[in-house]
């Protein structure tokens, strides 16, 4: 049986999207992804984009991956679409992990998940063979309730003297503890983005990833995974996997207010919202930067893309563009919802009109620490003019 053609997954999510979407309430009062939509992703194929073939994957790319959480999230639950884009990147990740480290995690089932809280915690201590890790808490696990290893970021100490190396670590399920009381937030509530807890455990060599090394361009797992997908720098062709969801939450925002303008009466305006003008423009004005903002990522995706299927390498602008990019899409899809959601009246604030979710959950995307606006513009400002990135994430 052949694997799905992008096409296909993108239909996949399409048809599924509405179901996602009655979902919704579900999922936020959980506080994570219903089992059976952890299922119907599953059964879809969805976590298997850009997992390597070596593991059952298809290793599509990234932007098919986009389009399919887009389209879950435009079915009205951006939590859902947040996890299957986090966990499904996370098997792209994982194609640059050391080999041995992938067989641990797949060789039994390659349908095993991972959460990955990048942040580092613990208390290191090298041993023979590895190192020892206690105590610690990390933060914004996103996905654990349905992950079977986590990704625990740490800081190992060069014996030089240099600075830290920051890594990850391969852990299974049963030797994290889940703080299932940490997630309160206003957005994406859904995500069951958790902190993860642990007492001491012992990590082999082969399971503890440099993402220093990754992204100066050093990744075991190209050894085994050879493929142009897993040629791109490791980490900003990725970030498009956190505003794929806003996107979806966007255009669901946009779809909500049209469909609710054909019949809302405007009381204090004395007339029908159609007829209009301010509310018309407000209508065209987010679509087009909704449509501004998807197509500025897909260039950059597109491009960084074909840069390694040419086997070459994106240069220090192409990255730190890539990086703004996003986070320049993710700020155009939050003012697409503003400006929605101003003109949608008292009732969008009823917390079962699907407006209100997707004001709430663009804002917590759009504050994730990779998207943060200032921070990207002021690299790719500098990179742009010559001067030196001063950011870690662009290697070199």
Not at 69 to 92: F, P, Q, T
Not at 261 to 270: C, D, E, I, W, Y
Not at 354 to 367: C, E, L, Y
Request: charge should be negative.
């Amino acid at each position: 049986m052949s694997n799905p053609t992008s096409e296909e997954l993108i239909q996949r999510a399409r048809d599924m999207a509405p179901t996602i979407g009655e979902r919704a309430v579900e999922c936020e009062q959980l506080g994570r992804l219903p089992d059976q939509t952890y299922e119907d992703f599953r059964a879809a194929g969805f976590y298997r984009i850009v997992q390597p073939k070596a593991f059952g994957g298809y290793e599509l790319d990234l932007m098919t991956l986009f389009d399919v959480s887009k389209e879950i999230g435009r079915g009205g639950c951006a939590s859902s679409a947040w996890v299957l884009s986090i966990l499904a990147i996370h098997n792209y990740y994982l194609g640059y992990f050391d080999p041995k480290a992938q067989e641990d995690i797949w060789g039994e089932d390659d349908n095993n998940q991972t959460c990955t809280p990048f942040n580092p915690s613990g208390e290191i201590t090298k041993v023979t063979g590895g190192i020892e890790v206690k105590g610690g808490r990390w933060t914004f696990a996103s996905g654990c309730d349905h992950s079977q290893f986590a990704l625990l970021g740490v800081l190992i100490d060069h014996e030089d003297g240099g600075p830290p190396e920051f890594c990850q670590c391969v852990v299974p399920k049963g030797e994290f503890i889940i703080d299932h009381d940490s997630w309160n937030v206003a957005g994406l509530k859904g995500s069951g983005s958790k902190d993860i807890t642990l007492d001491e455990i012992y990590v082999p060599q082969h399971r503890i990833f440099s993402l220093t090394k990754a992204i100066q361009g050093d990744a075991p797992g190209r050894a085994l995974n050879t493929g142009p997908l897993y040629r791109q720098a490791f980490f900003p062709p990725s970030i498009s996997s956190l505003v794929a969801p806003a996107c979806g939450a966007a255009l669901n925002a946009l779809d909500t207010y049209a469909e609710k303008m054909k019949s809302r009466t405007l009381v204090f305006g004395a007339g029908d919202q159609v007829e209009k003008v301010p509310s018309l423009i407000r209508l065209v004005e987010a679509e087009a930067e909704i449509e501004m903002a998807e197509l500025l990522i897909k260039k950059d995706n597109i491009e960084l893309m074909n840069l390694a299927i040419e086997g070459k390498e994106a240069s220090q602008e192409v990255l730190a563009r890539t990086l703004y990019d996003n986070a320049y899409g993710a700020t155009l899809f939050t003012r697409a919802v503003e400006r929605l959601f101003a003109a949608s009246g008292g009732g969008a604030l009823q917390n079962d009109h699907p407006m209100q979710r997707a004001w709430r959950d663009v804002h917590t995307i759009n504050n994730h620490g990779g998207l943060n606006f200032d921070t990207n513009a002021e690299m790719y400002g500098r990179v742009r003019m010559g001067m030196p990135g001063g950011s870690a994430l662009l290697g070199g």
